[in-house]
């Protein structure tokens, strides 16, 4: 969604740290009971990488959003770095992935204003729309383009609760890292969907987590975003449910056959279907409300997937299906040059477009920004 919502910290009081646009930083990834980090560096034309790795921790460790219980994540961290990275990570400067379901955000058409204006319009805006009380919150907000009226642009605001950032800053503090960037985990993987060479047809960006689908328009930029209640782990109890069978029976069933053709295959399109038809009206309506909303009428032309739940079988095609639009996977590896280093697990690598997109952020620029 934004470039660098790491301008929330700062504004609340705390320094970035000096000079630190020449060093590198890596990506940290905190999932639903999973964790994920990556560094690279530019090489090339591409990206270089130096180290990855993911663990696991019990989920009840975060609640709302909340990391409640950070020395269980800290010690899932500190084994990953010991034993199970895959290269090295070299650098305690970390840009850190927030929890997009938790954030609140509003698209928000404006009169070309100063940049003290628009401050004052995006807080005006926030104390009018979202739903909580100011002081609770770290507020951040990007130009995202030109209206439908000539004469406007529209503004993206984000909001995230303090107790979630504080408690992402905490477990940062706790693990010796200097978090510089903070940013939600849909505006990580536009960030990497900028180098894609078809970055420039608007397009809608689908990450699919573990309890919720991530949906943004990217049209030079995130310009919209919202979260819909298509997680895969939603998507295994359904299957589980319909099919009879107990929770990891339903994930190798969802892993091997999906949606694609199998003897299966009415039962869990079934299961899938008030999941699914829930996320294709939001779909709709997000392209709908864009294309009404934008200034020069470009229209989106095309639907990417990403995340974990993107892996499903059969997924890409119910949406081509259904969306009469043309639908693919969104691989992290095809910008990336291994070296020396083992490539992502084929079933994995999708997952990976979080951690790489933050890992993909150039210091100079959060610095400059």
């Given at each position: ?20 646009e ?39 460790a ?66 009018q ?35 979630i ?58 310009a ?33 056959y ?21 996320l ?31 892996n ?28 020396h280093l ?28």
């Amino acid at each position: 969604m934004l470039k660098n919502v790491g301008k929330m910290t700062k504004n609340s009081g705390s320094k970035p740290p000096l000079l630190f646009e020449d060093k590198p930083l890596f990506g940290l990834d905190i999932g639903h009971g999973k964790v994920r980090v990556m560094q690279l560096v530019p090489f090339k034309r591409r990206l270089r990488l130096i180290g990855y790795g993911e663990t696991t921790f019990e989920p009840s460790a975060i609640h709302d959003g909340v990391i409640e219980t950070p020395e269980v994540i800290a010690e899932a961290i500190q084994g990953l770095f010991r034993h199970h990275l895959v290269g090295d990570i070299t650098t305690t400067r970390t840009a850190i992935a927030l929890p997009m379901a938790r954030a609140f955000t509003r698209s928000l058409e404006v009169p070309k204003l100063s940049d003290k204006e628009l401050a004052e319009a995006v807080t005006n805006e926030a104390e009018q729309y979202i739903p909580a009380a100011l002081e609770d919150l770290y507020i951040d907000y990007t130009r995202a383009g030109a209206s439908a009226e000539a004469d406007k642009n529209t503004v993206l605001i984000v909001a995230m609760p303090k107790a979630i950032v504080d408690s992402y800053l905490t477990l940062s503090r706790m693990l010796g890292l200097e978090a510089v960037v903070l940013q939600t985990s849909s505006g990580a993987g536009a960030q990497l969907f900028a180098r894609d060479p078809q970055s420039d047809v608007p397009s809608l960006l689908i990450d699919f987590g573990s309890n919720s689908a991530d949906i943004t328009v990217y049209d030079r930029g995130p310009a919209v975003s919202g979260t819909v209640a298509c997680g895969s782990e939603l998507i295994t109890t359904a299957i589980a449910h319909e099919l009879g069978v107990t929770e990891k029976e339903a994930t190798l069933i969802k892993a091997k056959y999906g949606l694609g053709i199998s003897k299966k295959q009415t039962q869990i399109e079934k299961a899938l279907d008030p999941t699914l038809s829930l996320l294709v009206k939001e779909i709709k309506r997000t392209v709908r409300y864009y294309e009404e909303h934008t200034h020069d009428k470009r229209k989106i032309s095309q639907v990417i997937i990403a995340g974990g739940g993107a892996n499903m079988p059969g997924l890409a095609e119910y949406l081509t299906s259904n969306l009469r639009m043309a639908v693919r996977s969104f691989d992290p590896s095809i910008f990336i040059d291994f070296g020396h280093l083992q490539p992502f697990n084929l079933t994995e690598r999708m997952s990976y477009v979080t951690a790489a997109g933050l890992a993909a952020i150039d210091p100079k620029e959060v610095f400059d920004a």
